[in-house]
């Protein structure tokens, strides 16, 4: 017998299903084999510690100090809720205000940069009725009409005459 076969045989013997005869055989080899017999009592000392007999006893309080911790890790705090949530709430957020911005913009009117002559008079505090006043009041008729074909023309930007 090889001694690769023993070793393997060896710990067929030390499960228990080992065939009696292979057990003679195993016993032959081993009583005239120095290695093989270290190995099987390396194999014999290993198998006595994992095999023992009694358990450990728990340390003193064992129980309540673990049921205090299944306590602790199953409590909710408020914060850890809030965190969790706020992770998903701040990027909708965010995009349901940018929409909200996107949508005034899209939607608000047109300001229109150009003012009428009335609303800039207005703004310079000025009387809106002063150009038509002044028309009227004017008494020769050439510089009248000459006012108002002026007054009508829109490539001149002060679109006032002054005879």
Not at 41 to 67: D, H, I, N, Q, T
Not at 71 to 90: C, G, H, M, Q
Not at 112 to 141: C, I, R, Y
Request: glycine share 4%; hydrophobic share 40%; proline share 9%.
């Amino acid at each position: 017998m090889r001694c690769r076969e023993t070793e393997k045989w060896i710990l067929r013997s030390l499960d228990g299903i080992l065939d009696p005869a292979r057990v003679k055989a195993l016993d032959g080899h081993i009583e005239g084999c120095p290695r093989c017999r270290k190995l099987r009592e390396a194999y014999m000392v290993l198998l006595g510690r994992l095999k023992s007999p009694a358990e450990p006893e728990p340390l003193p309080r064992f129980r309540e100090r673990l049921r205090s911790r299944i306590a602790d890790r199953d409590r909710v705090e408020p914060w850890t809720v809030w965190a969790k949530w706020s992770l998903r709430a701040i990027p909708v957020s965010l995009v349901l205000i940018g929409c909200f911005i996107g949508a005034i913009a899209f939607l608000s009117p047109k300001l229109e940069e150009d003012m009428s002559q009335p609303e800039a008079l207005l703004l310079q505090n000025a009387d809106p009725l002063q150009g038509p006043q002044t028309l009227f009041n004017e008494e020769k008729v050439e510089n009248r009409n000459m006012m108002i074909i002026f007054a009508g023309d829109e490539r001149i930007p002060n679109r006032r005459y002054s005879p």
